[in-house]
């Protein structure tokens, strides 16, 4: 995990970016803002009372900030038509659509919260305000797995509860890209309990169309589908049960058929496995937001900030 971090610190030294982190009002939160301030590598930007909060971190106060008149013409701009001015102006006091805006603005790179607020409330103004990129229908959310040298990307385990096969296909180009981002050789497996037909049913048909669907979308994509997950990770299987696959074995990203499954995968990993799973990490957004668990630490919040800052650079 140090390497990995070491290594996304370097890439952002002399990148000069800034994450808002909205929940000023948490300890963990402004413990993980002192260390980056410390570190020097991105800016911290908490969202809160100045009064409440060490002076060595910069801290913007909705109820003070002087340009909250442009940022309330911006967002009724941005809601087309859905907020009035009144209605701007209350909705931006609630930090995680206030900080949402100052990354829309330009005002800072990218933005952590989640906390103390559900995903919906984090994830809801991300959608609202910043929006996909285009041709992007749905954001999802990845988690990278790491285990000393070892690295993968799971997706979606976090946002899509039932993918159609174009969502899926989407989540798949997304994860090639996340992997890519942070070093990881995208090698895509599209999870299934079926390999190359060995089992037909409305699920594993909906696998199959998807992975043809991300090799329209990305002709360049190393992608294979469906697999059962001995057949994506274990080369010896792999020769066994599909030997014409382009992934041998030696899949590095693993898109999930649904929520349910994703989930579960990917805390097996953690608790059984030993892996450190990074994120939620939410992909397909024209700038990063990504959301905590309430239940983490302020390492977490941490290592979070480097990720958002780094896929400030994709």
Do not use: W
């Not at 967002?75 to 009144?86: H, L, Q, S």
């Amino acid at each position: 995990m140090a390497d990995f971090l070491g290594e996304i610190k370097e890439k952002l030294r002399d990148a000069n970016l800034s994450i808002i982190l909205p929940e000023g009002n948490d300890e963990r939160i402004i413990a993980a803002a002192l260390k980056l301030q410390e570190e020097g590598i991105i800016r911290p930007i908490i969202i809160g009372n100045e009064e409440e909060i060490p002076s060595a971190i910069t801290v913007i106060n909705p109820k003070k900030y002087e340009e909250m008149d442009e940022l309330v013409a911006a967002f009724v701009d941005r809601r087309k038509g859905k907020a009035t001015e009144a209605q701007a102006r209350e909705i931006l006091q609630d930090v995680n659509y206030f900080g949402t805006m100052l990354v829309y603005m330009k005002q800072a790179s990218g933005l952590v919260s989640g906390a103390a607020h559900t995903t919906a409330e984090t994830v809801r103004p991300a959608l609202q305000i910043i929006k996909t990129k285009p041709g992007i229908s749905k954001t999802s959310g990845s988690f990278i797995m790491v285990k000393e040298d070892i690295r993968y990307v799971f997706a979606d385990c976090a946002i899509t509860i039932a993918p159609t096969s174009e969502d899926l296909a989407e989540i798949a180009v997304e994860s090639a890209k996340t992997a890519a981002a942070f070093g990881i050789e995208p090698k895509v497996a599209m999870l299934s309990f079926s390999t190359k037909g060995s089992a037909k049913s409305e699920e594993t048909e909906k696998v199959v169309k998807a992975t043809e669907l991300a090799k329209q979308l990305d002709t360049n994509l190393l992608i294979e589908g469906e697999l059962q997950f001995d057949a994506s990770i274990v080369p010896s299987i792999a020769a066994t049960k599909a030997p014409d696959a382009v992934v041998q074995g030696d899949a590095t990203v693993f898109v999930f058929p649904s929520l349910e499954a994703g989930n579960i995968g990917y805390k097996i990993a953690q608790r059984l496995g030993g892996f450190e799973a990074i994120g939620p990490i939410l992909q397909g957004l024209n700038a990063p937001v990504n959301d905590l668990s309430r239940g983490c630490s302020a390492d977490d919040v941490y290592k979070l900030a480097y990720i958002t800052a780094a896929q400030a650079l994709i």
